[in-house]
């Protein structure tokens, strides 16, 4: 077995939203705003995690930190055992505002698992997936911060799978990020077990649009980004968000639900109708900070590796 005390790997992680309006569990957007992880591999057992920024003094920093529990589980599954690791994370993703976080913490364990273990393991796109997968419970947070662009992520018997797509140039992405976070269990214990066979061919027509709009026709982005299936059982837990999406919306701009909230994504279809939303957030809603962000192709990269 080759020793991998030593071995160290760098990876940046993008910040996604998902949902994206219809495509609720489905569709998701990787953001140009990175989480960094550097992790070294080093004698002994256990982990010590050093966290600058988002997370620091909240989140673990033993084994039950999420990012090592990521890193355990890829061991685990490829049946290697694992060595002790030093971590140190630089987050800037906030936490429980819909942009990914954890998503972001899962990939980059996993992508870093997959550094550490190169020329030991292989691992296919798909089976990153699937064991980022296991661990976030959906994959519409994870596939767009694996792979960047827009990911459309669907599960069959076989396990989850996905399809990127390259967005529209004219697409230009503005995050709206309150000071307040909301909890993804929260959001979804408000979600009915059914809906109305109507809602939801209003949500396939919509989610179909939508593909067409983010990649061909961003001047149908209003209609597409249209929802029926989760933004309103939600609304009573982020209502600041509802009246942030009620103010864009009259004034043209495709806004919705950042994730599981409370974020809102605005989707404008030039950089000018962006700015347009970026002045009518900071003229009515100053507390919410407006993230000016591009779509990001790469997804989770490797940064260094020794
Ligand atoms: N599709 C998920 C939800 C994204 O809205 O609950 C957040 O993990």
């Known amino acids: 077995m080759t020793n991998l005390v030593g071995r160290k790997v760098s990876v940046k992680v993008p910040a996604t939203s998902a949902n994206l309006g219809p495509g609720f569990d489905t569709l998701g957007m990787a953001l140009s705003y990175y989480d960094e992880l550097e992790v070294e591999a080093v004698a002994g057992s256990g982990a010590v995690v050093e966290v600058i920024g988002e997370g620091a003094g909240e989140v673990p920093t033993d084994e039950n930190n999420l990012v090592v529990k990521s890193i355990a589980y890829v061991f685990e599954q490829v049946g290697v055992p694992l060595p002790g690791l030093k971590l140190k994370a630089h987050n800037i993703i906030p936490h429980g505002r819909g942009m990914g976080s954890s998503g972001a913490a899962v990939v980059s364990g996993i992508v870093a698992a997959k550094g550490l273990l190169e020329g030991v393991v292989d691992f296919t796109p798909e089976r990153l997936l699937q064991l980022a997968t296991d661990l976030e419970g959906h994959p519409d947070n994870v596939a767009p911060a694996l792979f960047g662009g827009l990911t459309i992520a669907w599960e069959d ?30 959001a979804r214990a408000l979600q009915p077990e059914s809906v109305p066979h109507e809602d939801a061919v209003f949500n396939v027509s919509r989610s179909a649009l939508l593909v067409a709009a983010l990649t061909q026709s961003p001047e149908l982005l209003m209609a597409a980004t249209e929802d029926r299936l989760h933004q309103d059982y ?17 004034n043209n701009h495709a806004a919705v639900v950042s994730g599981a909230g409370p974020s809102v994504l605005v989707l ?15 003229e009515n809603f100053p507390q919410w900070r407006a993230l000016v962000l591009a779509v990001d192709f790469k997804g989770a990269t490797v940064i260094s590796h020794q």
């Open 157 to 186: 018997a076989k396990g989850p799978h996905h399809k990127k797509l390259i967005v529209h140039r004219g697409v230009s992405p503005l995050e709206l990020v309150p000071n307040f976070k909301m909890s993804t269990a929260t």
């Open 234 to 250: 939600r609304a009573e837990a982020m209502p600041e968000a509802g009246k942030v999406i009620e103010l864009m919306r009259a």
């Open 268 to 282: 404008a279809s030039d950089p000018a109708e962006r700015m347009e939303a970026a002045k009518l957030a900071a």
